[in-house]
């Protein structure tokens, strides 16, 4: 089983992560809490509140993580590829794979780590709506001291299973958008690259950008729903499954509710995987 792509999975995925944090975190106050009037004011709030530091909060451990999950992810469909195609990364700009075939691949993928990403998310959400100013002598303590602390009230108080909240919506927020995720950026390599070459790093950029995009417009509702499965219990409510959280959420807040956070999600999603698969295929390029 090629490696590579499971190392320049994760390098690139870190890439992109620290450069999407700060919209992250706007996306997923946006979310799961009412007192912002949009984006503008949810950055500006943040940023008086809890200074520039505030916009990187939980970032530490998606560092840690993405390095299991966009490798799991990136490693997991090129060999799935490799399995239905018998072609190489190297090889796949000459015999190019079906649309089909990368759509399984990428759905594959996206079913696999997600049952990775699961607990770090969980963390990061977690952290990400705590909204106190960082501690000050007799300020309001936050619940959460840190991931690690997280992670072990979550035990303490949630049980093992605690950990794996919302895993189930995120299994389905990614197994269908990472099929598109990879369809939507073969796709579009092939349109503006001469048959058998190498798309050009522009291609690449704009390509990665847009499945980025595609993917993220495609997830924004079950991302909506899979935040308040995390949250539910501390600042949000009980949901009795999946399907109360949905009816519930767009009875009390309408239809809209379910494009919360759209706009964030797409400005932070084109950097993000631009840079994503542009460093992936260039070093795979490298080696
Ligand atoms: C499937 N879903 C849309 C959730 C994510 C697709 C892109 C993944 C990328 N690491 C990013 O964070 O943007």
Redesign the pocket.
Known sequence: MPVEEFVAGWIS?AL??IL?HPF?TIKVRLQSQNKYRGILDCAVQTYQHESILGFFKGMSFPIVS?AI??SV?FGIYSNVLLVLTSTTHQERRSQPPSYTNVFIAGCTG?FVQAYFLAPFDLVKVRLQNQTEPRAQLGSLQPRYRGPLHCVSSILRKEGPQGLLRGSGTLML??TP??GI?FVTYEWLCRQYTPKGQNPSSATVLVAGGC??IA??V??TPL?VIKCRMQMAGLKGQVYHGVLDCMVSSARQEGPGVFFRGLTINSA??FP??AV?FLSYEYLLRCW
């Open positions: 995925g992109g992560l999407g992250d993405i999950v966009n992810l996206g927020r990614d958008t990472l995720y499945a980025g993917s993220w495609a997830a991302d932070r999603a993000v995987n994503t």
